[in-house]
């Protein structure tokens, strides 16, 4: 008798919103999610490719889990480890699954994240009418902060990332359904809606870009706020700006990613841009809203990065104010254009170029910080000790809030992470 599950999610925004669809789905079959693996019926990996060491975690999972523990549960893998597009026929590759499964003998099932609603089929669940056309990704338990996939995949194929391999080709997903989700959310109590794309300002429909698509968002009624991630500087427009830095209802946070400052490592990387358009982005942004946070990701030791590559990254960091950096060091994927390239430079060079940008990062956010003590900025409480800020950032607080309410609170301090308030 199937009655308890457990989800694992690795990876991005992307795959947690995917691991609320599947939360969401077994709960209308009433099973009940449990916190503890050891004791479910049903583990789910929801899984992610994007270095090699995402891949490592998953197996370093099934190694720690005893072979004597799987015996009684039935273990679902899926997410983008769990499958592999041909991109010229849009297939997924079933060779590419059996490897899988001769690599980890305690993968019971394999599903691609798109036909989980075969999972209470594959599970024997019984039947339950469901809505066919709907995905819910936001977790129906957390009803303040809601996940909302705006498409799927990505066409950009940057050299170096598995992403259009692992997801396929780039689907938007209609404007009506975002809304409708969105509405729904809006309507249960929910506070912030967080936009998800792997190039979500890139998003359109017909003549529709993103911007028009957030004015629709915004247009919805209640007191809300609203954010997204992540954006390609190649789409990121001046209509975007002038509506994110001028209206109340969007966070002044942006995640844009750059990926590198030097414009020969950037063309290897296929990115469609020059760092000089992040550059203005950055400038257009901070001139129309000064205190506006913007955060980004890079890659050090891609293929034939020199230092005087890497030091334009770091230079580009300090210049644009960067004040949080998601770094990854590079790691070859099988299938890419990049990965053909040799992976010349030493990790112990990765390593300390990751430690470079980290710290000169983290020091420019120490100071950001630091200027805001003694300030009064809006908070929307999630729980009664935690909230995320109207520049989100991550707060937590001395004395006990309602959540669901936008609170102005003084900032006490700051740690690495996030504000005291
Ligand atoms: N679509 C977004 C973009 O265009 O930046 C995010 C893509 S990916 C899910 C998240 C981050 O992983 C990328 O921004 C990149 O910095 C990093 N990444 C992707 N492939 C990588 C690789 N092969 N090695 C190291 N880092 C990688
Ligand atoms: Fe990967 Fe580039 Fe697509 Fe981002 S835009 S998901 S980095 S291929
Ligand atoms: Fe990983 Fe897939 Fe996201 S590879 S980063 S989970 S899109």
Same mark, same amino acid.
């Given at each position: 008798?199937?009655?308890?599950?457990?989800?694992?999610?690795?990876?991005?925004?992307?795959?947690?919103?995917?691991?609320?669809?599947?939360?969401?789905?077994?709960?209308?079959?009433?099973?009940?999610?449990?916190?503890?693996?050891?004791?479910?019926?049903?583990?789910?990996?929801?899984?992610?490719?994007?270095?090699?060491?995402?891949?490592?975690?998953?197996?370093?999972?099934?190694?720690?889990?005893?072979?004597?523990q799987?015996?009684?549960k039935?273990?679902?893998?899926?997410?983008?480890?769990?499958?592999?597009?041909?991109?010229k026929?849009?297939l997924?590759?079933?060779?590419?699954?059996?490897?899988?499964?001769?690599?980890?003998?305690?993968?019971?099932?394999?599903?691609?994240?798109?036909?989980?609603?075969?999972?209470?089929?594959?599970?024997? !669940?019984?039947?339950?009418?469901?809505?066919?056309?709907?995905?819910?990704?936001?977790?129906?338990?957390?009803?303040?902060?809601?996940?909302?996939?705006?498409?799927?995949?990505?066409?950009?194929?940057?050299?170096?990332?598995?992403?259009?391999?692992?997801?396929?080709?780039?689907?938007?997903?209609?404007?009506?359904?975002?809304?409708?989700?969105?509405?729904?959310?809006?309507?249960?109590?929910?506070?912030?809606?967080?936009?998800?794309?792997?190039?979500?300002?890139?998003?359109k429909?017909?003549?529709?870009?993103?911007?028009?698509?957030?004015?629709?968002?915004?247009?919805?009624?209640?007191?809300?706020w609203?954010?997204?991630?992540?954006?390609?500087p190649?789409?990121?427009?001046d209509e975007?700006?002038?509506?994110?830095?001028?209206?109340?209802?969007f966070?002044?946070?942006?995640?844009? +990613?750059?990926?590198?400052?030097?414009?020969?490592?950037?063309?290897?990387?296929?990115?469609?841009?020059?760092?000089?358009?992040?550059?203005?982005?950055?400038?257009?942004?901070?001139?129309?809203?000064?205190?506006?946070?913007?955060?980004?990701? +890079?890659?050090?030791?891609?293929?034939?990065?020199?230092?005087?590559?890497?030091?334009?990254?770091? +230079?580009?960091?300090?210049?644009?104010?960067?004040?949080?950096?998601?770094?990854?060091?590079?790691?070859?994927?099988?299938?890419?254009?990049?990965s053909?390239?040799?992976?010349?430079?030493? !990790?112990?060079i990765?390593?300390?170029r990751e430690?470079?940008?980290?710290? +000169?990062?983290?020091?420019?956010?120490?100071?950001?910080?630091?200027?805001?003590?003694?300030?009064?900025?809006?908070i929307?409480?999630?729980?009664?000790?935690?909230?995320?800020?109207?520049?989100?950032?991550?707060?937590?607080?001395?004395?006990?809030?309602?959540?669901?309410?936008?609170y102005?609170?003084?900032?006490?301090?700051?740690?690495?992470?996030?504000?005291?308030?």
């Open positions: 008798m199937i009655e308890t599950f457990y989800i694992k999610t690795y990876g991005c925004a992307m795959n947690y919103a995917d691991a609320n669809s599947v939360r969401n789905l077994l709960k209308k079959y009433n099973l009940k999610e449990l916190k503890n693996w050891q004791k479910a019926d049903i583990v789910i990996l929801v899984t992610c490719s994007i270095r090699q060491q995402a891949e490592d975690k998953v197996s370093g999972w099934g190694i720690k889990a005893q072979k004597s799987f015996e009684d039935t273990v679902v893998v899926t997410g983008c480890m769990a499958q592999r597009y041909d991109r026929t849009d997924t590759s079933k060779k590419y699954q059996n490897q899988l499964l001769d690599r980890f003998p305690w993968i019971d099932y394999i599903i691609n994240i798109k036909d989980i609603k075969q999972l209470p089929k594959i599970l024997n !669940l019984g039947n339950k009418e469901l809505v066919e056309n709907s995905n819910i990704f936001y977790d129906e338990s957390n009803i303040y902060q809601g996940l909302f996939s705006t498409s799927y995949g990505c066409n950009n194929f940057c050299s170096y990332c598995i992403v259009p391999y692992a997801r396929g080709k780039l689907v938007n997903y209609p404007k009506e359904e975002i809304l409708n989700d969105i509405k729904e959310f809006v309507k249960n109590g929910g506070k912030l809606i967080t936009l998800l794309g792997q190039n979500v300002n890139s998003w429909q017909e003549d529709e870009t993103f911007t028009d698509l957030l004015k629709e968002v915004e247009s919805i009624e209640g007191e809300f609203i954010n997204f991630l992540s954006s390609h190649r789409d990121f427009s975007l700006i002038e509506l994110i830095t001028t209206h109340d209802k966070l002044k946070h942006c995640n844009i +990613a750059v990926q590198s400052g030097s414009d020969r490592i950037l063309e290897m990387m296929n990115r469609q841009y020059k760092a000089q358009r992040f550059i203005e982005i950055c400038k257009k942004i901070k001139e129309k809203s000064p205190q506006f946070r913007i955060t980004t990701d +890079a890659i050090v030791g891609f293929p034939t990065e020199s230092e005087e590559d890497f030091n334009k990254t770091l +230079a580009l960091l300090k210049e644009c104010d960067i004040e949080m950096v998601y770094i990854g060091k590079y790691s070859p994927r099988e299938g890419t254009t990049a053909k390239l040799e992976d010349n430079v030493p !990790l112990k990765k390593k300390q430690k470079k940008l980290r710290d +000169a990062v983290n020091e420019i956010r120490s100071k950001k910080h630091s200027n805001l003590v003694g300030k009064e900025i809006p929307l409480m999630i729980s009664p000790s935690r909230g995320i800020s109207y520049y989100s950032h991550e707060v937590i607080t001395e004395k006990k809030y309602e959540p669901g309410h936008i102005n609170l003084e900032v006490k301090d700051y740690s690495r992470s996030g504000l005291k308030c």
